[in-house]
């Protein structure tokens, strides 16, 4: 019988979690902005993913905005004390469903508050400060206003831990000596793999790794190896690219979104798919090509 646990477990903050879990923009309407077009299914996959084993899911108030986080409460309050939410803050949505930067002490402080409200927590279990300098991707710049207003909520008792996104290893370790930080949220998959001194020095000192976009995101990847392999183990290429991800470091963390719990269970499955040396040579070619 599949269980996520084949994937195996890695510290997040103070707690030991699966190292598959969920991610769940896509539970907002499109372009990560609105309602979700079917409330009851999105509902369902919540549901359904900590029935399936789930026990951190991926989330942030600038969601829809709002959206996710109201579904989740509805969906999965009272929470389970093994369920890990994990949010983020440091962006806020245009009216026209552009992704602005929001990093003012006001805007970091209103951003937990809402995060707060509408997953009905009184203390958030991990934020991840978003670094907006580009939006191209990292840029490096100092990241010490914001996190120091991250940190006194911290201490003010709304967030348990921090993390970070969209960063660079730069910024990371100026992070780290303003407050600790127990994991890294950057984009990285088979041809993104600009991280991959990172995820190692951050495997060194026990700090979670979360990959997102690992099948491209908003511009899926597209790679005839990747289809090869994937249709040689009688797998989807989505998850192969997981399965890879959970063979590259045991510090990665997985977060696949999905409104579908068709495509939900697919992904879940990669926990127990075992990729050949053969088809890992292969895979780690894309990069290359």
């Known amino acids: 019988m599949l269980t996520i646990e084949q994937a195996g477990t890695f510290k997040l903050g103070n707690r030991v979690v699966k190292r598959l879990g969920y991610g769940a923009m896509q539970l907002a309407g499109p372009g990560v902005f609105g309602p979700p077009r079917d409330?009851?299914?999105?509902?369902?996959?919540?549901?359904?993913?900590?029935a399936a084993g789930v026990d951190h899911i991926d989330t942030?108030?600038?969601?829809g905005p709002h959206f996710t986080n109201q579904l989740i409460r509805e969906a999965?309050?009272?929470?389970?004390?093994?369920?890990?939410?994990?949010?983020?803050?440091?962006?806020?949505?245009?009216?026209?469903?552009?992704?602005?930067?929001?990093?003012?002490?006001?805007d970091l402080a209103r951003a937990v508050e809402d995060n707060r409200r509408n997953l009905g927590l009184e203390a958030l279990d991990v934020v991840n400060l978003r670094i907006m300098f580009s939006v191209h991707g990292p840029a490096e710049g100092s990241i010490a206003a914001p996190l120091k207003a991250l940190a006194d909520l911290q201490?003010?008792?709304?967030?348990?831990?921090?993390?970070?996104?969209?960063?660079?290893?730069?910024?990371?370790?100026?992070?780290?000596?303003?407050?600790e930080i127990v994991c890294v949220q950057n984009q990285y998959n088979l041809a993104h793999r600009g991280d991959d001194a990172l995820i190692d020095a951050l495997a060194e000192t026990g700090i979670a790794y979360v990959p997102f976009f690992p099948l491209g995101g908003f511009s899926p990847l597209q790679s005839s190896t990747l289809s090869?392999?994937?249709?040689g183990l009688r797998a989807t290429p989505m998850q192969v690219a997981l399965a890879w991800l959970l063979r590259r470091s045991p510090n990665i963390l997985l977060?696949?979104?999905?409104?579908?719990v068709a495509?939900?269970?697919?992904?879940?499955?990669?926990?127990?798919?075992?990729?050949?040396?053969?088809?890992?040579?292969?895979?780690?070619?894309?990069?290359?090509?």
């Not at 993390?163 to 730069?170: D, I, K």
Request: proline fraction near 4%.
């Open 39 to 50: 409330r009851d299914a999105a509902l369902t996959v919540l549901r359904e993913a900590v």
């Open 60 to 63: 942030s108030d600038f969601y």
């Open 76 to 106: 999965l309050s009272p929470y389970s004390q093994d369920l890990t939410i994990v949010t983020k803050i440091g962006a806020r949505r245009g009216e026209d469903g552009s992704w602005l930067p929001a990093f003012g002490d006001d």
């Open 155 to 179: 201490r003010q008792g709304l967030v348990r831990h921090i993390g970070l996104s969209n960063v660079t290893a730069t910024q990371v370790e100026e992070g780290q000596g303003i407050a």
């Open 228 to 231: 090869e392999v994937a249709a």
């Open 255 to 260: 977060i696949p979104g999905t409104s579908s």
């Open 263 to 289: 495509h939900l269970h697919e992904n879940l499955a990669a926990a127990s798919l075992i990729l050949p040396d053969d088809a890992i040579a292969a895979l780690d070619g894309i990069a290359r090509g």
